[in-house]
């Protein structure tokens, strides 16, 4: 599924702000993106990745490009600072990374991380469920079979930022709970599918291994984890910026 010209292909509004990735201003912005910015994340291509060391229980993991520069600017305009138009584009980026995970001719089963209750309130909405719903859109639109569930809830936590890969494991092991209605629905949807776990960022892998885990002693098993980024000091040798 070609990205050519991602931004152009979704625009309807021209908005005089700000780039959200360069911040650089007096430039013509579709969904809050100038066209180098633009240029620089649709040339990512995803790639695997994995953390060092890994923890149990995590799947294999593709991310599109590291978690650094424009693409870095990118989801945390979307994700801290309200920036939400970027949702469409940044949910298709991570549609491309899932289609090149998964054959084209398997159905797809999507589920993501979410967020706590506090941290939606805070961004005024589940940021993952956003791009989750733009990724199995655009999904469809290329003619993929789609299935998107949220059949995890995530419980109240503290702030993962400083946290030790140790204390981040420990606090991962309770983070999450299960809807059971939603879980029916995933569980149906499994066989036959390839089960796709979306987040936007992997750094040490406890939030993946910890939610796939959960949710394959429920009876749905996590082919692969698919993210926007990776953070630099674990991924493998072989960088997975172009």
């Not at 506090?118 to 719903?133: I, K």
Request: aromatic share 2%; glycine share 8%; with cysteine.
């Amino acid at each position: 599924m070609p990205v050519g010209a991602l931004w152009q292909a979704l625009a309807d509004l021209v908005l005089p702000a700000s780039c959200a990735g360069c911040g650089g201003s007096g430039q013509t912005l579709r969904h809050e993106v100038c066209a180098g910015c633009a240029r620089a994340v649709e040339s990512l291509r995803a790639a695997p990745t994995r953390p060092d060391p890994a923890p149990a229980g995590l799947p294999a993991c593709v991310a599109l490009g590291e978690y650094d520069g424009r693409l870095r600017e990118l989801i945390l305009a979307f994700k801290e600072r309200g920036r939400h138009r970027l949702a469409r584009p940044l949910g298709a980026l991570l549609a491309e990374a899932v289609a090149a995970s998964a054959a084209p001719e398997r159905p797809l089963l999507l589920l993501y991380v979410p967020d706590t209750a506090e941290a939606a309130r805070a961004r005024h909405g589940d940021h993952m469920r956003a791009l989750a719903r733009c990724a199995a859109e655009r999904l469809r639109e290329a003619g993929r079979r789609v299935e998107l569930a949220a059949p995890l809830r995530a419980l109240p936590k503290a702030d993962s930022a400083h946290l030790s890969s140790a204390e981040r494991a420990a606090g991962a092991a309770g983070a999450f709970t299960l809807r059971r209605g939603a879980l029916e629905t995933a569980r149906r949807a499994a066989p036959g599918s390839v089960t796709v776990l979306l987040d936007d960022i992997v750094t040490t892998g406890a939030t993946l291994a910890a939610a796939s885990s959960l949710l394959a002693g429920a009876g749905v098993r996590v082919d692969t984890c698919v993210t926007l980024a990776a953070t630099r000091r674990y991924l493998p040798h072989r960088a997975i910026w172009p």
